[in-house]
């Protein structure tokens, strides 16, 4: 599978969960998967990224059956529906990967953890040579937002994590052009760090490898804004826009058409 993140891509969202934070994105249930992969190709989504265990703070654990027969029922369903639309998988364990490899052929990993929660996914990625997105957290899904203290400035302390990441991530035998790192934002951040991360992810952006953004309607936005999830679109706009100034290659977001439309008009700005 290759990529192409010569342009900025938009990596569409597809919760097939009942408790993710963004009510409206939660796809249970096949008919709703199918609905939400239909519109996430028709308004011009690059990728789906699908997910079978929420990363909400506090979420609920999953066990490896279940997760892995949500994330079979996505991916069965993009596979159907657009045959040639690249699928990653939002998963920390290599055995969901594994699984899901072996029954529907070659995905991107989307890893919350980097490779720390399940020691074993470096192995797989490597061996599949599939792309991987490795993002910064502290912690679990569970106990992040208690651990938001760093040494330093935010910035510095990601971009030195990946640092150290992505030279275990080349001994492991991955390819220095599968990785793509995602700093995290709402993950073992407060408010604060995550808009002084925003505000040097330049930094990141110039460490050689493509940048994956996902603030899509998190609570910096809507928390900042004094209103909800469902309030936050204009907000993931105008954020999304700033990632991409600063060198972001894919957003990835609940509202298509919308991210669509924002790629478009800053290649426009740009050209």
């Known amino acids: 599978m290759t990529l192409d993140l010569s ?48 990363s909400r703070p506090g979420a609920d654990e999953v ?4 997760e892995w027969r949500r994330v079979a029922l996505g991916v069965e369903t993009v596979r159907r529906i657009a045959p040639g639309m690249p699928v990653s998988v939002d998963t920390f364990r290599c055995e969901v990967v594994e699984r899901t ?11 919350i953890s ?21 993002m910064h957290m502290k912690g679990t899904p569970q106990t992040m937002q208690s651990q938001t203290s760093y040494e330093r400035d935010i910035t510095s302390e990601v971009v030195d994590y990946f640092r150290t990441r992505v030279a275990a991530m080349l001994s492991a035998g991955i390819r220095r052009e599968r990785i793509i790192l995602d700093p995290g934002f709402g993950f073992a951040k407060t408010a604060a760090q995550n808009f002084e991360l925003l505000r040097g992810l330049h930094r990141l952006c110039g460490e050689g490898f493509p940048v994956l953004a996902g603030l899509s309607r ?12 469902a309030e936050s679109l204009a907000g993931t706009i105008a954020l999304g826009w700033e990632c991409l100034r600063q060198g972001t290659r894919i957003l990835r977001v609940h509202d298509v058409r919308e991210a669509v439309d924002t790629v478009k008009l800053f290649n426009a700005f740009g050209s």
Do not use: H, W
């Open 114 to 134: 980097a490779g720390e929660l399940d020691s074993g996914m470096f192995e797989v990625a490597a061996r599949y040579d599939l792309p991987y997105v490795a």
């Open 7 to 54: 342009t900025p891509r938009v990596m569409a969202i597809l919760n097939v969960t009942p408790d993710s934070f963004y009510a409206g994105s939660r796809t249970p249930d096949r008919a709703a998967i199918e609905c939400r992969v239909r519109q996430a190709v028709d308004e011009g989504a690059s990728l789906i990224d699908i997910g079978g265990y929420s």
């Open 218 to 229: 998190k609570s910096m936005i809507y928390r900042t804004l004094g209103c909800t999830p």
């Open 63 to 66: 066990s490896v059956e279940e």
């Open 101 to 111: 490899v072996r029954a529907f052929g070659e995905v991107i990993i989307n890893d």
